[in-house]
């Protein structure tokens, strides 16, 4: 596997969610979640959507080796939702028990107006699964602000 992580401090005021596209040329969802070979990773705010991760998968072959699915659900651990054009039920369960949504759209839909729509959905009205990840996430973040731990 290639993987490209690009940091850069984000402000943190604005609430932000990452999510995964299914892709191989960066511009459209155009592949199955099992057979993916790589994954587009987007920090998504209200004002912007940013690219901070690719990851690319070397062997893609459908040959029913699970070890690919938790791989890739690895990887996405810290996404909201991923987006592809199919995907199974055994990859469906991991995703969901990792609190990521899978989302399938029709081949060729384009990342930009998925970014724009989750753009607005996150200023207006998340859907569940984004409340519930953005709920989860300000948890996380309010124990990080806590007092610091005395011995």
């Known amino acids: 596997m290639r993987h490209l ?5 984000t402000e943190a005021e604005e609430m932000k969610v990452k999510i995964a596209f299914a892709t191989n040329d960066r511009k459209a ?37 699970e070890g690919k699915l938790a791989a890739k659900v690895e990887l996405l651990g810290d ?12 990859a ?19 990342i930009e107006g998925l970014l724009a729509g989750l753009q607005k959905n996150l200023s207006e009205e998340p859907p569940v699964w984004m409340s519930k990840h953005l ?13 610091e731990w005395q011995e």
């Open 135 to 147: 709920k989860k996430q300000s948890e996380a973040n309010r124990f990080d602000a806590d007092e």
């Open 29 to 65: 969802v155009n592949q199955h979640f099992g057979a993916a070979e790589s994954f587009a990773i987007y920090e998504v705010g209200t004002q912007e959507s940013r690219l901070i991760e690719v990851a690319e998968f070397i062997e893609t072959a459908m040959d029913g080796h």
């Open 5 to 9: 992580r690009l940091i850069e401090p």
């Open 92 to 110: 469906i369960q991991q995703l969901l028990a990792k609190s990521i949504q899978p989302m399938r759209v029709d081949e060729g839909t384009a």
């Open 79 to 90: 996404c909201a939702a991923v987006y592809c054009n199919a995907v199974g039920a055994s």
